[in-house]
């Protein structure tokens, strides 16, 4: 590992942190206990939504919407291939389709007006990915599911903190997921929660994460029944701990993490062979990554080779995401192959993302600058 390595992203856990976590362990419930509902309202609140059921990952909430949706054997469900592969994989546990619509080239979220080209009578749902952070078009995303009575499943595992038109993410949706995982906005280690404001979709989800299980007081303390099996998909009381700790501190890592993407905008702006993240003016996105594009025609290095000299020099640079029609399950079980999304695919190509965490200092953040366009300028063609 080379010296002073500088991770893409990185959690941020401090003492307060350990000792609202470490509090719970030192309690009788450490698991389904009463800080994971405290957890559970904070985060539902601050997103607007009615109600929140947090579970043991991202994927986990992912394939709990799905299931509490009612997508089953045949169903599809529109989705953008630029994602995390959990996203379609979680339509996949249900039995069902996961169908993909290309991206818009600005926002590198899914484009309405594929979506509408996709809607056959199998559709089920619509599942967009306000990918890095970004929010979809959400009004245009709507519309089409009222006008085919769809469900709007959104995946926003990097977007809490997020807004569209005014209103932060989580609210509009009939399902939200987010995700907790460490290089998320907040973490709670591992860990997720599901976002509605449907109360039957809300306890569908409660009994889903805990094996189905309906209790039945009324044949006595012990008795309970499984109509339809479920998942031990449980977070634990001093994970939530963490998370409300997390949480608390939520407006100072956002508001880090756009200090550094401004830095950045400023530095890159200007650099022809690189295509930086663009905004909405109607949006405020967190920035969960910082995704830049080469422009390859303008280097004469390849993306591995920018990818291994970044690396070399201590610059943790990632890609998100191989396409997931470009994975052999998705081709091989659904005839998906290369070229079917072309505008996926020209991203995918130069994409690269930059460390972008909110401990990150400032001489980390020249760092990543000053290597970026040494390496950019000593390619150009």
């Known amino acids: 590992m080379v010296k002073n390595f500088i991770p893409y992203g990185k959690q941020w856990i401090d003492e307060q ?10 309690t009788d419930w450490i698991t389904q206990g009463p800080v994971i509902e405290k957890f559970e309202h904070a985060i539902a609140n601050y997103c607007g939504a009615s109600y929140g059921v947090a579970v043991a990952s991202g994927t986990a909430a992912l394939h709990a919407a799905y299931a509490v949706a009612g997508i089953g054997q045949g169903d599809e469900v529109i989705t953008s291939p630029l994602t995390f592969a959990a996203t379609a994989n ?39 990915v306000d990918f890095a952070g970004h929010p979809c078009e959400y009004n245009k995303i709507l519309q089409i599911a009222k006008k085919h009575k769809l ?19 989580g609210s509009f949706a009939d399902l939200t997921i ?35 299980i309906v209790k039945k007081p009324e044949q006595g303390g012990w008795y309970y029944e499984i109509e339809h099996p479920g998942y031990n998909y449980r977070i634990t009381d001093f994970q939530c701990a963490l998370g409300l700790s997390q949480f608390r501190k939520l ?7 756009k ?10 702006q200007d650099e022809e062979a690189l295509i930086i993240p663009k905004e909405k003016s109607y949006v405020e996105a967190v920035y969960h990554i910082y995704v830049v594009q080469l422009r390859l025609e303008k280097l004469q290095a390849g993306r591995r080779e920018i ?4 690396q070399k020099r201590g610059i943790g640079c990632q890609v998100h995401y191989v396409p997931v029609h470009f994975q052999p399950f998705y081709q091989k079980t659904f005839g998906y192959q290369r070229g079917d999304f072309p505008v996926a695919e020209r991203y995918y190509e130069g994409a690269l993302t930059l460390p ?13 600058i000053r290597t970026v366009r040494s390496i950019i300028r000593f390619n150009r063609k």
């Open 17 to 26: 942190d350990v000792k609202e976590a470490a509090k719970i362990l030192r």
């Open 90 to 128: 979680g339509v996949v546990y249900c039995g069902g389709k996961p169908v993909f619509a290309d991206i818009q080239e600005d926002t590198l979220t899914i484009d309405p007006r594929e979506i509408e080209k996709k809607i056959t009578k199998r559709t089920k749902a619509i599942a967009p």
């Open 151 to 169: 469900l709007v499943i959104e995946d926003a595992a990097h977007a809490l903190g997020s807004e569209y038109r005014g209103k932060k993410i």
């Open 178 to 212: 987010l995700s907790f995982h460490p290089v998320k906005t907040i973490t709670t280690g591992e860990g997720g929660m599901i976002l509605t404001n449907h109360k039957d979709l809300y306890e569908k989800l409660k009994v889903f994460r805990h094996h189905g």
């Open 251 to 257: 407006p100072r890592f956002i508001k880090r993490r």
């Open 259 to 268: 200090e550094i993407v401004a830095r950045y905008d400023a530095a890159f």
């Open 307 to 310: 990818f291994e000299a970044l």
């Open 356 to 368: 972008l965490f909110p401990k990150m200092t400032d001489a980390q953040v020249e760092k990543v």
